[in-house]
């Protein structure tokens, strides 16, 4: 079975550009989350969505956008790239019950460059 | 408010145990997760530990809980050059879905 998988893998963007980031979970996940890993810091939590609804998000600014499609995959996007934004981008699947959290499952990132 | 602290480093020998410890505030935590992350890479589950639960053992991965302290632990048996990576321990606050609060992740080197 394929695991999380997220494209693309790696990214250089200039200062004001846009970004879409991709995401496909795990089959019969219907849980996709978002996380921000900057260099030397633990993920932050940008957004989840559950069954095509966000369901959560971070402290982070309207620049950031999410969505969620019928099969499941997601797409984040990022607007009015700032040189802060590079960081590694990471998406997890899980099989959310209600109310529950359950194994979160990583895919490998895209690793985003602003210059 | 929610946060999670790890200590930033932690050296050892080849073949010795390793202990990683972690803090989280959320007392409400239903679960509990130690992942690891290698250079370059994503973060792979390692193991988690239900909020009701003091140890979990799972081949040479030990999680001990306590809850009073809200103090969590991962011990490595018989640590091997390839457990060289990071390890980030995270808190699922309950009815949080899967929002995971991270720690900045403890740094493991394995020397021979």
């Known amino acids: 079975d394929a695991g999380v998988t997220q494209s693309p893998t790696h990214l250089i963007k200039t200062r004001g550009q846009h970004v879409t980031l991709r995401c496909s979970p795990i089959?019969?996940?219907?849980?996709v989350s978002w996380y921000q890993q900057v260099l030397g810091q633990g993920p932050q939590f940008i957004f989840q969505y559950y069954e095509k609804e966000e369901r959560g998000r971070g402290n982070f600014p309207d620049r950031f956008s999410a969505r969620q499609f019928p099969n499941y995959s997601s797409e984040l996007n990022v607007n009015a790239l700032l040189l802060g934004d590079s960081a590694l981008y990471l998406c997890a699947s899980s099989s959310v019950t209600r109310q529950v959290n359950t194994e979160a499952f990583f895919g490998q990132g895209t690793r985003l460059t602003v210059v | 408010g929610e946060d999670v602290e790890q200590s930033l480093f932690l050296s050892v020998r080849e073949g010795d145990s390793s202990v990683i410890n972690c803090t989280y505030t959320?007392?409400?935590?239903?679960?509990l997760y130690w992942y690891k992350q290698e250079p370059g890479a994503g973060l792979q589950l390692l193991t988690y530990?239900?909020?009701?639960?003091d140890m979990k053992q799972d081949q040479r991965l030990t999680v001990l809980l306590n809850k009073k302290d809200k103090h969590l632990s991962l011990r490595i048996a018989d640590t091997q050059t390839g457990d060289s990576a990071i390890y980030f321990c995270?808190?699922?606050?309950?009815?949080?879905?899967?929002?995971?609060?991270f720690g900045a992740g403890t740094r493991l080197a394995v020397h021979p």
């Open positions: 959320d007392s409400s935590s239903t679960y």
């Open positions: 089959s019969g996940h219907k849980s």
């Open positions: 530990i239900f909020s009701n639960m």
């Open positions: 995270a808190e699922g606050p309950s009815g949080g879905y899967n929002k995971l609060i």
